[in-house]
Every structure is written in structure tokens, then in C-alpha cells.
């Protein structure tokens, strides 16, 4: 389904949740936008955004179709409902974007982020990090005797909560990857 | 069978296969090898112009006045930077423009060579597209691409860079019919539920109004008789934008004028109390809206546009209708005869009986004068003098361009070239030659003010030199008079910077030129000199001095809303009032 075509303000959720599309209220969209892969690409996107003042929460774009030459552009925006159906709009228009999704309206989604941590300590503290990593299915991926460089993978909420527990513990370094999103079912 | 050439050659044959006449352009280190192929042939008209923003406005004059893209040729650094003031009036305006631009040679790209810019960066946010071509065997294809890019959908301009290695290397020649479909193939046919939805509530309208735009226009002749066809058998009174001018006639039973900030007072009344808008091609741009806010709040609204990216983003309206205006209006119109027809003759009778009395104001009148021109006074001798023949105008920006739209009367599309949305100064003096170069036996008539005619002078060799017997119109007041109007209405009559000093002697100017120079200070000798202007055979500069320190009238103050017109005779101190003095 083509995001252009869904009625405006509209949610995934129930009529109840039925936005009113003048509203001032800001939210928060995930958009995946498939490109062809050529060379500027990613500049076109990014400068509609800050050519038109809208926000960027999140970017991610790599290939996903060597033989077709297409990217995809995963964006987490935000913004009052009638900025988000313009930034919609704005986007279906470049000639190299071949589709614009609304995740957030357009039916059920998952959405995953990898971050990568490097947490250094001894003793009490580098336990209690490998214990809390074990607790949110985190890997290590690489190990000293006084560091670990943890992988996790999920929700950006999930992981904002790992990195803060993380955070007393001896955090020193931490690589976030942005928003992957696809919708679910066929 | 593929053909090999040049890179050069391909360029010059992918023009050629495109049906272009005629390039605007001029040369460099860059672009010699494709110079020296439209050297060697005949069928393509180079048109060496005296600055590289002065090709891009001629081609906007040819493509606006012709319905086909403009061509440009221009080298790399200063020739393309100095392009992107065209380029950017162009995209504002929707105007096909296809852009050459030379380029160092792929393997010097990004060693900051002799007259390198990064041109795709630059030009990013003022085209449509752009296009790098490293590659010579995908040069042919990729101008066939920009082609289709630049005129289909919502036009606009495109770029091809091409770097000098890739001008000199051989390469396959593709054909256009060859070329590979692109993706970008925006959708012409309307909904027709929406279009449904938007005849049933014309049939009942009480106070219709159609507000109509440069995308009529850009959909062709067609669509512009559709929209005239509309308007006369549904009695819905119309009014344009300044770019739509000439769609509907001016002399027509229900024109009601230019709408917007220096609109008729009758437009923009019946703007703020309709009951239904029929937006077909315009944008809501903040010249015609006025306080957002305060914008015709009673009525039910209707807009046409081909890009869904217009829809919605200053005033939310209630039926939207994406597609292409003249396959819209064909269908509006279909629909409205099968359904029998309706109007609401009896509401619409009522609503005309109103807009009459608005008329009555008579908005545009003005104090004359028998001593000194006034600038609305050139103007109606102008329109007089030059009435019933094939005319086309071009404008510069500012004061005497909202005079040009309000008293000139425009019968037809494609007679009006004037830089809307971008309001770039110098435009006229090169869109009046790209005109007169598409349309060698037309009167092309530049009306300019003196500030803005110094913008692009140089271009009058340009006229000379092909002998394009176009009238440069000056209204010259020695002040930069819009800027002055502001300066008066919003920073209490302090004056900076806005009077014109040392100007020439425009006369003496012409004649150095090769061109023809007449002065005219006295209303009473005007008639005289405009017939004198119109009979000479060859370029024209009218040194026209008018009044000094005449208000453009009326105008909307910004951040006022349509009702709220200031009129000739109303007093202009602190006119701009609270939020509406950093409005531009």
C-alpha cells in the first residue's frame, strides 16, 4: 500500500486513535524508502530534510537489491501529522525514490536496531555487566580482562535501556547502527 | 545496431533526437569538444547570450512562450554556478529546463582543478534531477532521461555534468525510443471519485470561485481551453495567479483579475467569501494567501495540482486531485454534462450581483497626472497601443511587474513570462530574447523598472547581434520601488539604499548598443513615443520616466488576510502591522 493513498492522521491502532491531521501534536514516524542505489542518493534524502527543516531521528540505507540497484532507506521523523504527510509527499516526488511506507500507519511493523557497547571494568562492576547482558540476550563479541565490547540487538527502546543500565557500570564507547523496519506478515 | 561516437557528438545527436532548435548558451574550457560539434553542423541554433544566468532566463522565456524545455549549454565552475539562479526561477516556476554543464575530467574530479565546483552538489536543491556522467556509453540515455524528467509531471529543470574526458572518449549511441523506461512516470488521470465529488459540490455551490494557476499553463493549450470552457458553461466567476494569467481571458464575461497581494480587490473578496474554491494548478503560495489563518474560512475546497507534494501543504483542502490539469478539467467536464448540467443559477446570480459591487470599487483607479507619467498611465497606453496583436510580454520584478499583470490584459497561455515564485530581478532582458528567438515575428515587449533592466544589460548585445527587435519598456522611476513601497509602509519613509543614483543614459546606452534609444518624460508625447517604439524594426530601449514615488495598489499587507486590502487612497504609514512585518 502506498503511504500517499492511506487518509490522512490515519493509525494502525483503532478509530479511537484516529488522529486529526491539523493537529499540532508531534509524533513519531518510522518511513522505509526504497532508492536507487546510485551515487548522491543519500544526499537528496538528507538535504530535502534539512533543506525543508524537517527532523531526523534516525537514518539507516544500504543496498538490498545488488541486481536491481536499489537501496533502502529506513528514516525515523517526527513531526506534526501534516509535516509527516508532506515529508511523505516530498519524498514519493524525487525522480531516483521508487516507494515511500509509513510503518507507523500503514498496519503492523517490526522495527530492530543493533548497538554495540565497549564497557570497561573490574570485579563487582564487570559481573554485574555480564550478568545484565545475559538478561538482555546480549553477546560478547569481544573480551579483555578489563573490557567487554557487548552486541545487542532490538527495539531502540530496549536498547536505550541496556546502555543506561550499562551507563554506572564503566561504559566507555558505544555504536548505535539506526532503525532497520520492515511490516509484518506478507 | 548501436552506433559509436563521441561524447561530444552524442550530446550534440541526443538533441537532435529530442527535436531541440535551439541552445542557449556559452563556451569554456569544459565544453570546447561539444562547441566544436554544433560548430560542424546546422540543424541546432546556438544562441551566444553574454552571461550563463541570462541562458538559463532566455530558455525559461523560450519554454515558457514555446511549451517545450529550454536548452542550456554552459561550461563547468562560474558557468554553472552562474546558472543557478535560473535553474532555481526555473524549478519555483515549473519550467522544462534541461542544463549542460561542463565538467573536468572525471580523474581531476575533487582535486579542486582550474574551474572545478562540485555542480552536482550545488545544483542538488535547484533541480528537479541531476545527472553525473562518468561513463560515455550512458550519456545518450541519461539526456534522453533528463528530458523526460524535466517535462513530464510537474517540469522543471535538470542537469547533465559531463566531464571533458567523457565529451572526448567514444561511446554507444542509444536512441531514444531505446533508451529504458524510467520509474518516474507521474500519474496524469485524476480519481474520479474525487472528481465526482468535486462537480457535486460545484452543482450546488452558492458562491463558486476557480482560482487558477501557471499549471494550467503547463498542461498546454488544451487545458487552458477546458478551464475557459468550465468557467463560461458553469457561470463560476475566475481569477489567476500571476503565472496563470492568459489561461482564462482577460476580456472574459467572468474574470475578476490577478488574486494575491497586489490583486483586484473583487478577486480577493470573492476569494475570502466563496463557498467553493476550485484550485486548478496553483500552490497556495504566501503572495496569494495571505494570513493562513484568515484564509477564505467558509469555503469548501477543491485543488488540482500534479504534485502530491502540494496538496495540503499550506492550506488543507477537502477534495484533492492529483493528476495533470487538462486531463482533470476533460474529465470534470464529462462528468458535470452527464449529471445533467447543474448549477446553482439562482446562488451564483446572487453572487455576481456582489461581485459587481466589489468591481465597483474600481480598484485599480488612480490619481492621473498631466505633468508628470504615471506608471498605471504607461501601462494602459501600452495596452492600448499594442492591442490585437500577437503580443508577448516579459517582465522584471518588482513594482512595474504587478503593474504589467494588473493592467495589461492577457487573451491567451504562453504570453506572459515573468519570474514568479523565486522574484529574480534581471530576468526579463534575457526571458524577452529566448521569446523573441522562438517567436521572430511576434512584438515582444520587456516591461521593466530601471533597477532591475541594469541586471542583465549586458544581454541587449545578445539582441543586437541576432537582431531581436524586442521593446525593452523601462518604468523608470530611479527608485528600487517595491523596496521603497516596503520602506514607507513598515520603516517609517527611511529610505536605504533603495533609489537608483548614476544611472545612464539609457538613450546614449541603446546607441552603444546598436540598438534604438527613445526617452519619454511627458504624458502628453507617450502615444507618440510607444508607436515609435512599435514601428521601429530592431531592439529598443524605452527610457520611460514616470513618477518617483507612486504605490503599488491595492496590496494585502502581510499578514493581513484577503479582506483586509489596503486601497490607493488609504494611508500607507505602519501599514504592515505586528507578525506580519517579518513576513517578506
Known sequence: MNALTLKNGASKKSAYDLKNPLGDEIETHTLTVIVDNEAGVLARVIGLFSGRGYNIDSLTVAETDHEGHLSRITIVTTGTPAVIEQIKAQLDRMVPIHSVNDLTVEGPSVERELAMLKVTGKGEKRVEAMRLADIFRANVVDTTLTSFVFEITGTPEKIDAFVELMRPLGLTDLARTGVAALARGL | ?584
Open chain 2, 1 to 584: 545496431m548501436t552506433r559509436q561516437m563521441t561524447g561530444a557528438q552524442i550530446v550534440v545527436q541526443a538533441l537532435k533526437d529530442q527535436g531541440v532548435d535551439t541552445v542557449f548558451g556559452y563556451p569554456g574550457g569544459a565544453v570546447l569538444p561539444i562547441y566544436d560539434e554544433i560548430f560542424q553542423q546546422n540543424q541546432i541554433r546556438h544562441i551566444i547570450v553574454r552571461h550563463e544566468q541570462a541562458a538559463t532566463h532566455a530558455a525559461e522565456g523560450y519554454a515558457r512562450s514555446t511549451g517545450k524545455p529550454g536548452v542550456v549549454l554552459v561550461t563547468s565552475g562560474p558557468g554553472a554556478t552562474n546558472a543557478v539562479t535560473g535553474m532555481t526561477d526555473a524549478l519555483l516556476d515549473s519550467i522544462p529546463m534541461i542544463v549542460l554543464t561542463g565538467q573536468v575530467p572525471t580523474f581531476m574530479i575533487g582535486n579542486d582543478a582550474f574551474q572545478e565546483a562540485d555542480t552536482i552538489g550545488i545544483t542538488r536543491p535547484c533541480t528537479k534531477h541531476n545527472w553525473l556522467v562518468k561513463d560515455t556509453d550512458i550519456l545518450a540515455e541519461t539526456i534522453h532521461q533528463a528530458f523526460h524528467v524535466a517535462t513530464t509531471g510537474r517540469p522543471g529543470p535538470v542537469l547533465v555534468d559531463i566531464p571533458k574526458d567523457v565529451q572526448f572518449a567514444m561511446g554507444d549511441y542509444t536512441t531514444k525510443p531505446k533508451t529504458k523506461i524510467s520509474h518516474y512516470q507521474p500519474r496524469v488521470k485524476g480519481d474520479i471519485d474525487a472528481i465526482t465529488k468535486a462537480v457535486e459540490m460545484l452543482e450546488k455551490a452558492k458562491r463558486p470561485i476557480i482560482y487558477s494557476g501557471g499549471g494550467v499553463i503547463n498542461s498546454g493549450v488544451g487545458a487552458s481551453q477546458l478551464l475557459r470552457e468550465l468557467s463560461d458553461a458553469t457561470g463560476a466567476p475566475i481569477t489567476s495567479t500571476l503565472m496563470g494569467l492568459g489561461a482564462y481571458p482577460a476580456s472574459g464575461d467572468n474574470w475578476l483579475g490577478m488574486l494575491g497581494m497586489h490583486g483586484t480587490y473583487e478577486a480577493n473578496m470573492a476569494m475570502h467569501d466563496c463557498d467553493y474554491m476550485l484550485c486548478v494548478g496553483a500552490r497556495f503560495d504566501d503572495r496569494i494567501t495571505g494570513r493562513t489563518d484568515a484564509f477564505s474560512p467558509n469555503s469548501y475546497k477543491v485543488h488540482i495540482d500534479i504534485d502530491p507534494s502540494s496538496i495540503n501543504k499550506i492550506i488543507h483542502v477537502d477534495t484533492p486531485i492529483i493528476g495533470d490539469i487538462g486531463h482533470v478539467l476533460e474529465d470534470m467536464l464529462k462528468v458535470w454534462k452527464s449529471r445533467g448540467r447543474k448549477t446553482n443559477a439562482a446562488g451564483i446570480a446572487k453572487w455576481k450581483a456582489q461581485i459587481a459591487e466589489w468591481k465597483a470599487v474600481e480598484c485599480l483607479k488612480y490619481k492621473g497626472s498631466d505633468t508628470v507619467i504615471k506608471p498605471q498611465y504607461a501601462l494602459e497606453r501600452l495596452e492600448a497601443l499594442t492591442k490585437g496583436r500577437d503580443r508577448y510580454i516579459t517582465t522584471e520584478v518588482g513594482q512595474h511587474q504587478m503593474w504589467a499583470a494588473q493592467y495589461l490584459g492577457f487573451e491567451d497561455p504562453h504570453r506572459f513570462m515573468t519570474s514568479g515564485g523565486l522574484g529574480t530581478m534581471g530576468y526579463g532582458t534575457p526571458a524577452s530574447m529566448g521569446v523573441q528567438i522562438a517567436h521572430p515575428d511576434a512584438l515582444v515587449i520587456n516591461v521593466a523598472g530601471e533597477a532591475s533592466w541594469l541586471m542583465n544589460m549586458q544581454e541587449m548585445g545578445t539582441a543586437t547581434q541576432y537582431n531581436l527587435q524586442t521593446k525593452q519598456f523601462i518604468l523608470n522611476n530611479e527608485r528600487l520601488g517595491m523596496v521603497r513601497q516596503w520602506q514607507e509602509l513598515l520603516h517609517g519613509s527611511r529610505y536605504s539604499h533603495s533609489w537608483s543614483e548614476s544611472l545612464p543614459d539609457f538613450v546614449k546606452l541603446a546607441e552603444a548598443f546598436g540598438a534604438k534609444g527613445i526617452r519619454c518624460s511627458d504624458p502628453a508625447d507617450l502615444d507618440d513615443a510607444i508607436m515609435e517604439m512599435l514601428n521601429h524594426e530592431g531592439p529598443v530601449i524605452f527610457d520611460c520616466l514616470v513618477e518617483k514615488h507612486e504605490n503599488c495598489f491595492p496590496m494585502i499587507p502581510s499578514g493581513a488576510a484577503h479582506n483586509e486590502m489596503l486601497m490607493g487612497d488609504d494611508k500607507t504609514e505602519d501599514a504592515i502591522k505586528g507578525k506580519g512585518g517579518a513576513l517578506v
